[in-house]
């Protein structure tokens, strides 16, 4: 086995992924340091490490979308989610939410979840994240901080309506997979308002250390957490419960 792969193997067991881990995955691939075919060799060595049974999910957010540019989940890139994220969501069988900004793409026997959640919801309740949550998958942050890959903690902003977002509605065009056919979506959207404020999303780090439910090992160039979305969703709530402006630093967010 190459020393690449070996390395993945031992760092993958040090964050406690196991066979049958259904895993959603964020990742700075630059923290392994650089490699020929980086993208598909990480994915080889971690889905044979989880196995077959096991569902992998990656964000392939749409940024760039409008009116007039529509959203094509067989086609359309994904916008600033990484190499890795492009590398699954072309893989033969990867199954894409619809979603046209906050989707994401799986492979595996739980594909199909990706269909279920609505295209007019990007953030919040119904969403692609609370499908996700609610079937028990763990966040694998592949050498980036929470600050930089954990999407996941928008949605709970979204949850629990934070004072600092608002709703709003954006005009979308969906080209549905199955029949090609344009739709124009109005997507419920959770943006950000004008407070001076900047996301401190590694605020969740200490208290899920103090619970115990947060594995993390170092990279060359980073760091890898593991942690299960229900323990991550209970830490969110219990952090903006004592302080709605507890995921956000700033002058006015104290």
């Known amino acids: 086995m190459e020393t690449i792969e070996a390395n ?22 630059i923290a392994l340091g650089r490699f020929r075919d980086a993208a ?7 889905r044979q490490f989880i196995g077959n049974e096991a569902t992998l999910v990656v964000p392939t957010y749409t940024f760039n979308t409008s009116v007039d540019i529509p959203y094509d989940p067989l086609t359309i890139p994904s916008t600033n989610v990484g190499v890795f994220s492009e590398y699954v969501r072309q893989l033969p069988g990867a199954v894409r939410s619809l979603s046209p900004i906050h989707n994401h793409t799986a492979v595996g026997p739980l594909a199909g979840l990706m ?14 994240f609370e499908i996700l949550r609610n079937h028990g998958f763990y966040l694998l942050l592949l050498g980036c901080r929470f600050n ?8 709970m902003e979204a949850m629990l309506e934070v004072p600092y ?30 407070e001076p404020l900047t996301t401190n999303f590694d605020a969740v780090e200490a208290p899920l250390r103090q619970r115990g439910v947060l594995n993390s090992d170092n990279l060359p160039f980073g760091t890898s957490y593991l942690v299960s979305l229900p323990e991550l969703d209970l830490c969110a709530r219990q952090i903006l419960a004592q302080d709605p402006y507890g995921l956000v630093k700033g002058s006015d967010s104290r």
Not at 40 to 46: P, V
Request: with cysteine; hydrophobic share 35%; glycine share 8%.
């Open 165 to 194: 977002r608002r709703w709003i509605e954006l005009d979308r065009v969906l080209v549905h997979p199955d029949t090609q056919q344009k739709r124009l979506l109005k997507v419920r959207y959770f943006a950000r308002g004008d």
């Open 40 to 46: 598909a060799r990480i994915y080889r060595t971690l």
């Open 148 to 155: 930089k890959g954990c999407t996941y903690l928008h949605h």
């Open 115 to 128: 269909r279920e959640a609505s295209p007019t919801i990007s953030l919040g309740p119904g969403s692609d």
């Open 8 to 29: 993945l193997i031992e760092h993958f067991q040090s964050l406690g992924i196991k066979v049958g881990m259904n895993v959603v995955v964020h990742s700075r691939l």
